[in-house]
Each structure stands twice: as C-alpha cells, then as structure tokens.
C-alpha cells in the first residue's frame, strides 16, 4: 500500500488542522493505521491509531481531547483532526498503516511497514 500524507500548515496558537492519510489499494480497511510526529532534534512519537474495522482508536496523552482520529474506508483515507493546536505540536507528521501489527504495538512505529512522506506542521505562538 502507498501512502500519502497532506494538510499541514502555518497556523498560530489554538487553531485546528485537519491531515489527511490517503491510501492506494483495496485492502485498506483491512490495516491498522497510525500517525506519528517528529519535531528537529527529537525521536519520533507515536500521536493516534485506529484499527481496522470497528474504528477503535488510540492516542497519546499529550493529544488526548485536542485530536481526533477517523477514517473513511470507501474513501482509503484516515484522517487526523487536530484542534487547540500548541507550538509544541510543531513537527513533521507521517502516517503509517500495517495489516499485520500486534495490537498490543500500535503506538511502536517499528511496527508498521508502511509510510508516507510526511506533512509538516507549525504552530506560531
């Protein structure tokens, strides 16, 4: 599967964003899919998830009632709707999509074979 991050921007304190993760393939409702951020100089962090049917999702305590993780599988596409944006949610966002990740990993990235190319996103204070 191919994957294409978008939507990321300039936007100031407290704004939202929305990013799409657009998916080629006809399997994809059948992968787990998550987004990670990496900002300059730091390790990449694990953001959100949703698994492949049912919509169960995950997320970061940092991010918890600020983002919001959705997909819409006829479409192939995840979506991450980020609102009360901080600078410190500056980064680069990647999502990422495996069919065969533990559950129990879904906030390791090494678990999933799968990535797009990154979005960036800035938040000015």
């Known amino acids: 599967v191919q994957l294409q991050a978008s939507g990321g921007g300039l936007v100031q304190t407290g704004d939202s964003l929305r990013l799409s993760c657009a998916a080629s393939?006809?399997?994809?409702?059948?992968?787990?899919v998550g987004w990670f951020r990496q900002a300059p100089g730091k390790e990449r962090e694990f953001v959100a998830a949703?698994?492949?049917?049912?919509?169960?999702?995950y997320y970061a305590d940092f991010v918890k009632g600020r983002f919001t993780i959705s997909r819409d599988n006829a479409k192939n596409t995840v979506y991450l709707q980020m609102n009360s944006l901080k600078p410190e949610d500056t980064a680069v966002y990647y999502c990422?999509?495996?069919?065969?990740?533990?559950?129990?990993?879904?906030?390791?990235?090494?678990?999933?074979?799968?990535w797009g190319q990154g979005t960036q996103v800035t938040v000015s204070s």
């Open positions: 990422a999509a495996d069919s065969h990740i533990i559950l129990s990993s879904v906030r390791d990235s090494r678990g999933y074979d799968y």
């Open positions: 393939g006809r399997t994809f409702s059948s992968y787990v």
């Open positions: 949703i698994r492949r049917s049912q919509g169960h999702t």
